[in-house]
């Protein structure tokens, strides 16, 4: 352990990577520890990495000149964006069309369709080029931090730096062993996300279908997004997703006999919604879902982090540098905690007319009507995008 960093960032998914860029342009010493060996994972391509973008992320991103190097958005354009009856978003699984939309003084365009893989690899390119060390096969799996710096370790190796950041994700262990208090709300539902060959596929609709037990989404042949009101019981569970648990799920929920034969790939989430009463402790910070965790309904997530590393980005730079006035980074936790609420509010909302309930039936019905309207639409694509935060 020769060197002291002036930041170690745990976590290279893409809140660490550009808070990572975000520093090294500012000229600070940055090194990367990612516990997966391989960056490669199906999860994280097309189908199911896609991510949508709202309008900060992708003015974050043009201000970085890397809008143009995010490819997936040019090949897949938003299905007929510019056509009227097109499909823009939804709220709770009920959609809201482009034409519907008073989008007059918004940027343009206020969201696009971005793939994991290659944001992370975009932005680990740029990572490398302005010379952060990423080291991969690192766990970091314990700290400790006294007034002038960081010790982190990771299994047999030990780091040192002035600051570290957690972006290691929804378990993050930075977070645990920072001594950050995680607060919020407990599941209601597991969510599936899995690609699998079925026998009978005829039998299930295309797109987006509720049922009495639940939602399921076919988004192409084989690709299924699973909602099972189950209390969040086999997410908690950490298990992996097996043949006869990913068949028994989509025939309860929605409510055909299907045969799955093959089970390619599979993962869980769920609506736990949290997030951490103070973004700083000491020495160490906090970013991304590492922060805060709250089910991707409305694609929030990705963009609620990468809003974090650009405010934390130059403050942190400022303070290292010695330039930054009494309590700067203060203002970090000041300004993005109150953002991270109203984005697990966001998606508590959609959770509670989603239920399997007469209730909550009623009342997405009546949704359904408000989304049909100019001033419905608008303020859900304003939301969702980014453009018109709530006051
Ligand atoms: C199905 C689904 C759809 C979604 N759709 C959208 C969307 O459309 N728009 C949107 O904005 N968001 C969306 N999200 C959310 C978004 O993917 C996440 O919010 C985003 O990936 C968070 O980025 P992150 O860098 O904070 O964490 P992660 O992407 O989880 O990255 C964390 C990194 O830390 C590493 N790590 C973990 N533990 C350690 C450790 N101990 N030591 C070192 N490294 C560690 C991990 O390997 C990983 O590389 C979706 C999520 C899901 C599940």
Not at 226 to 242: E, I, L, R
Request: hydrophobic share 40%; charged share 20%; proline share 5%.
């Amino acid at each position: 352990m020769d060197t002291t960093y002036d930041v170690i960032i745990s976590g290279a998914g893409p809140v660490g990577l550009f808070l990572a860029c975000e520093l090294a342009s500012a000229e600070c010493s940055v090194l990367v520890l990612e516990q997966a060996e391989d960056p490669h994972s199906p999860l994280k391509q097309m189908p199911f990495g896609l991510r949508g973008l709202s309008a900060p992320t992708i003015a974050a991103f043009e201000r970085r000149g890397l809008l143009d190097q995010l490819e997936t958005s040019k090949r897949v354009k938003q299905a007929g964006s510019h056509v009227a009856s097109a499909q823009a978003g939804h709220f709770a699984g009920l959609p809201f069309f482009y034409g519907d939309i008073d989008s007059a003084g918004w940027p343009s365009p206020a969201s696009l369709l971005s793939e994991m893989a290659e944001t992370e690899a975009v932005l680990t390119r740029r990572a490398l080029s302005l010379g952060v060390e990423i080291v991969r096969g690192v766990a970091v799996s314990g700290v400790e931090q006294d007034a002038h710096g960081v010790l982190v370790q990771a299994g047999e190796r030990a780091f040192a730096s002035r600051w570290l950041v957690g972006c290691d994700g929804a378990r993050s262990v930075v977070r645990k062993a920072g001594g950050f208090e995680f607060a919020g709300t407990e599941p209601e539902f597991t969510g599936y996300t899995m690609q699998v060959d079925i026998a009978d596929a005829e039998r299930l609709q295309p797109g987006r279908v509720m049922t009495p037990a639940g939602m399921y989404v076919q988004s192409q042949p084989g690709y299924f997004a699973v909602q099972d009101f189950d209390g969040g019981a086999f997410h908690q569970t950490g298990q992996p997703v097996t043949l006869a648990q990913a068949q028994a799920v989509l025939r309860r929920i929605s409510q055909t006999e299907v045969t799955i034969t093959a089970l390619h790939a599979a993962t869980t989430w769920s609506d736990r919604a949290r997030q951490v009463t103070s973004y700083r402790n000491g020495r160490i910070l906090l970013a991304g879902d590492a922060a805060h965790i709250h089910s991707p309904l409305g694609g929030q997530g990705l963009n609620l982090g990468i809003g974090d590393a650009v405010d934390l980005g130059w403050k942190l730079a400022v303070t290292l540098r010695g330039d930054a006035p009494e309590g700067l980074l203060d203002t970090y936790h000041a300004e993005r905690h109150p953002i991270g609420a109203q984005v697990l509010d966001w998606s508590r909302a959609q959770v509670a007319i989603m239920r399997p309930t007469p209730e909550a039936r009623a009342l997405r019905a009546i949704f359904g009507d408000l989304l049909k309207t100019r001033d419905g639409a608008t303020y859900i694509a304003g939301r969702v995008w980014g453009i018109a935060a709530k006051d």
